[in-house]
């Protein structure tokens, strides 16, 4: 049973996707920790309602983005945290806190990258007048929404669709590809190779 550390800003309905995955007693990970960097989001809630340990670790309260990232890591270890899960986190992490956790932190992302990468992913697809969007898992690289990718889901734009209807679709795909990213991770099936990732059967 791998031991998981997610991160959120907000809302948390990835975390919740996980949280309903692993009630399954077959399922190879358990968040151990849930660290937001803002106070009283929903995610936080989700997490306490479950009994899982919670922290806010606001960046406004500490000096530099060093610091700030050196106290999550703290507590990541703290918990013996093997992967970590960006579930709506909203900062960047910096290359020094990534080589902390080598190959082990995994981010998702609301568009079919490398397309659209950054804020506001399905609004970009729209405003692009592209006719397929979609979501996407990855590994996280010192880029922005850069690294080697997991797994994809495409989602049709439809004819009438406005970013809260597109996001809504999105978003009941991401929960899929992310609990099958995290399942495939704890099951130690997938290797990384340069930015391929291969799934092992
Ligand atoms: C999701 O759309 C995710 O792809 C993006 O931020 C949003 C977080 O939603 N990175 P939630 O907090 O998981 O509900």
Redesign the pocket.
């Known amino acids: 049973m791998k031991k998981i550390g997610v991160l959120?800003?907000?809302?948390?309905?990835?975390?919740?996707?996980i949280l309903d995955a692993q009630k399954e007693p077959r399922f190879p990970g358990k968040v151990v920790v849930v660290i937001s960097n803002k106070q009283g989001v929903?995610?936080l809630e989700r997490a306490k309602k479950v009994d899982i340990a919670t922290h806010v670790v606001d960046n406004k309260e500490y000096e530099s983005r060093t610091a700030h990232e050196d106290a999550i890591a703290q507590l990541l270890f703290q918990y013996e945290v093997e992967l970590v899960v960006?579930?709506?986190?909203?900062r960047l992490l910096s290359p020094l806190f990534l080589k902390k956790f080598p190959d082990c932190v995994i981010?998702?992302?609301?568009s079919l990258l490398p397309a659209f990468p950054g804020m506001c992913?399905?609004r970009q697809a729209l405003e692009y007048g592209v006719r397929i969007s979609g979501?996407t898992t990855h590994f996280v690289d010192e880029g922005e929404d850069t690294g080697p990718i997991i797994l994809q889901k495409a989602v049709p734009i439809l004819q009438d669709d406005d970013e809260s209807s597109l996001?809504e679709r999105?978003?009941a795909e991401?929960h899929k590809i992310m609990v099958e990213s995290v399942r495939l991770w704890c099951e130690g099936k997938l290797r990384l190779e340069g930015r391929h990732v291969h799934i092992l059967e």
């Not at 959120?8 to 996707?17: A, P």
């Not at 960006?86 to 909203?90: D, E, H, N, R, S």
């Not at 981010?107 to 609301?110: A, E, L, S, V, Y």
């Open positions: 959120i800003s907000g809302r948390g309905s990835n975390l919740q996707s929903q995610g960006l579930a709506g986190y909203m981010n998702i992302h609301p992913g399905q979501c996001t999105i978003l991401e």
